[in-house]
């Protein structure tokens, strides 16, 4: 089982440990309320993902080999979203990110707990993620 595996087996049973929808709709917000917000700076149409209907800015960066992820947005279950995929994708190598298989995610459960729009800015989060590591020679 790879890094990424293991990340999403860890937030799985954190879900696991709750009975209702409503339970883990506010895990997910509490997650994106322990989330360093952007610097205003940092809040650019260079970062915005295209295909949410709230803003979110993710950014990525390399240091040592590694990408790294830091994102915000102007609303909390969607905030908390991005910092999910932050744990899952940052600290990893580029390779790591493009071997990935991403139908893994959907032992998240996230298709059972928030819209389909809000699955589909989910998705775009992860293709802007895809396309950072496919930016990276490492």
Same mark, same amino acid.
Request: hydrophobic letters at 40%; glycine letters at 6%.
């Given at each position: ?40 700076? #940092? %809040?650019? $149409?260079?970062? &915005?993902?295209?295909?949410?209907? @709230? /803003?979110?800015?993710?950014?990525? #960066? %390399?240091? $040592?080999?590694? &990408?790294?992820?830091?994102?915000? @947005? /102007? ?64």
């Amino acid at each position: 089982m790879g890094e990424i595996e293991k990340r999403i087996d860890a937030i799985k049973e954190d879900f696991e440990l709750f009975d209702d929808e409503i339970e883990k709709y506010e895990y997910i917000v509490d997650i994106g309320r322990s989330l360093e917000p952007l610097d205003e700076s #940092e %809040k650019i $149409d260079k970062y &915005l993902i295209e295909g949410c209907t @709230s /803003n979110v800015w993710l950014i990525c #960066e %390399k240091r $040592d080999g590694k &990408l790294y992820f830091k994102t915000d @947005s /102007n609303t909390v279950i969607v905030r908390g979203l991005a910092a999910i995929l932050v744990k899952i994708f940052s600290n990893l190598s580029a390779k790591e990110i493009r071997d990935f298989d991403f139908s893994l995610l959907d032992k998240l459960g996230f298709s059972e707990i928030i819209t389909p729009t809000r699955q589909n800015g989910l998705k775009s989060m992860i293709t802007k993620i895809v396309e950072s590591a496919q930016g990276e020679n490492a």
